[in-house]
Structures are given as structure tokens and as C-alpha cells.
């Protein structure tokens, strides 16, 4: 049988940009954004999604997404990290190829552009001009789960992945 493994990309709520902060770490997400974080939840439940492990952004609006996506029995492994916060797509693929073989499936929970840049790279295999993305616009809230053919998370490289499901919350 063919093994799979998953990697699911969700952008951080909706940011307050009208509340104090000094810089954009601090940024909390507003009241659009708890209302679609919980859209998110649902949906997980729903769907009985768990994340074997999961890579989320200190950033603020990042920690208060997770946060409210917590309350279900989504994540067995967190680890909060500054490497996920405008982390480049090869640093993204370095922190996949050092998870372990026995976890199937990881979440990043953090920012665009670099989520969008990641996801292009994983299906597209650099086929394209840099400048093109498949996403309209990979919005607040959301999330794509990819699914690739491989047996070990060092072989990312080797095989495209193929779309599972992309949600977006309503607005």
C-alpha cells in the first residue's frame, strides 16, 4: 500500500490593525478573525482532522488563532517557533525534512507570503515563473491540505503534491 503524507497550511486569523501595537509581532487578530478561526475549528472537527505535529508562529495573531483552533482535540504535538514567522520556503522544507518518519501528517500555522510561496512550490515543483501563484488569493482563516506520495518527509523533494482540499471561511 502506498504511503501518504500531509502537510496542511493555515494563514493566521484576520489581523486588528486598529489595535495598539508596536510592531507587527504584536499584531492580535480582530473580531472577523475569531469569528472565522472558529468557522476553522468546525470545519476540522467536522472533517475529525488531527495534526501530528504542528510548527505555529510566536507571533501574536498566530498564538491567538491556535488559541481558539484548541478547544477541539486537533494537535498531538506543538511546537511554537520564530522559524515559522516570514520563514523562507527552503527553511519551511528543511523543518519538514527533520520530522520524523512516524508522523504523517504536520500543520503550519502562520503567515502569507511565505505559505502561498511554500504551497506553490510543493505542487508546482518550480515548473513556472516565480511571479505566477495557483491561489487567487490564499486568505485569512484558511487552509490547504496537500497530500504526497512519499514514505519518508526527506524525500519532499521527489514527488509533487496534489491538492486534498483547499477551505476558506466565509466572510
Not at 495598539?20 to 478561526?37: H, T, W
Request: proline content about 4%; aromatic content about 12%.
Amino acid at each position: 500500500m502506498e504511503e501518504t503524507k500531509l502537510i496542511y497550511l493555515i494563514r493566521h486569523s484576520k489581523s486588528d490593525w486598529e489595535a495598539p501595537f508596536q510592531i507587527d509581532l504584536e499584531r492580535p487578530i480582530s473580531d472577523r478573525g475569531k469569528k472565522n478561526a472558529k468557522e476553522l475549528r468546525k470545519f476540522l472537527s467536522d472533517k475529525k482532522i488531527q495534526f501530528d505535529i504542528s510548527y505555529i508562529s510566536h507571533s501574536k495573531r498566530t498564538l491567538e488563532t491556535y488559541s481558539i483552533l484548541k478547544k477541539e482535540n486537533l494537535f498531538k504535538e506543538v511546537k511554537i517557533t520564530k522559524e515559522v514567522y516570514e520563514a523562507s520556503p527552503e527553511r519551511l522544507f528543511e523543518l519538514v525534512k527533520n520530522t520524523p518518519d512516524e508522523l504523517n501528517s504536520i500543520l503550519f500555522l502562520g503567515h502569507n507570503p511565505e505559505l502561498e510561496e511554500f504551497a506553490n512550490e510543493l505542487i508546482l515543483r518550480k515548473n513556472s515563473p516565480t511571479e505566477f501563484s495557483l491561489f487567487q488569493k490564499f486568505t485569512t482563516s484558511s487552509i490547504i491540505c496537500l497530500n504526497l506520495k512519499i514514505t519518508s518527509w526527506k524525500h519532499i523533494h521527489t514527488e509533487s503534491a496534489k491538492i486534498q482540499f483547499f477551505w476558506t471561511p466565509s466572510r
